[in-house]
């Protein structure tokens, strides 16, 4: 059994009819996502035009209920503040919302399941490509 976090792109490929959930992982797995990839959720419904905000919110709220959601705690909040600075020193910033999936990945002992390469730059984050 793997313990697996979820980056945002993969719930949005597999919204989209891009990838299924049999794809991120097996039922023996323990799947997570960050609680900053429910926000980026919550923002696409809430931009969604009248035709699809309902369908959109029914996936997320699905998701949401399948799911454990791994809060932003202050151990989260330390090591995003190392992976922000480690990546600015070495000239890569990447964005904040991936820093944080990334640090909540470190902090509670998960490999990260995605499609950005990026994300194995980052120290001491597990990846697991897919897609």
């Known amino acids: 059994m793997a313990q697996l976090i979820l980056d945002t792109a993969v719930l949005i490929a597999v919204e989209r009819g891009r990838l299924s959930l049999t794809d991120l992982g097996t039922e023996d797995d323990d799947i997570a ?5 429910a926000a980026e ?4 419904v809430e931009m969604a035009d009248d035709a699809h ?3 959109r919110a029914s996936f997320v ?3 949401i209920e ?3 959601v791994e809060g932003y705690d202050l151990e989260v909040a330390r090591v995003h503040g190392r992976l ?4 600015r020193r070495l000239g890569r910033p ?3 919302y991936d820093l944080i999936i990334a640090a909540t990945a470190v902090v509670r002992n998960r490999i990260v399941v995605t499609m950005d ?4 730059e980052l120290p001491g984050v597990q990846v697991r490509l897919v897609g």
């Open 41 to 44: 959720l919550w923002f696409g």
């Open 33 to 37: 996502m960050a609680a900053v990839s």
């Open 94 to 96: 990447r964005g904040s």
């Open 84 to 87: 922000l600075a480690e990546t």
């Open 61 to 63: 709220n699905g998701i």
């Open 53 to 55: 905000q309902a369908k």
């Open 66 to 68: 399948q799911f454990q």
């Open 117 to 120: 390469k990026g994300f194995a």
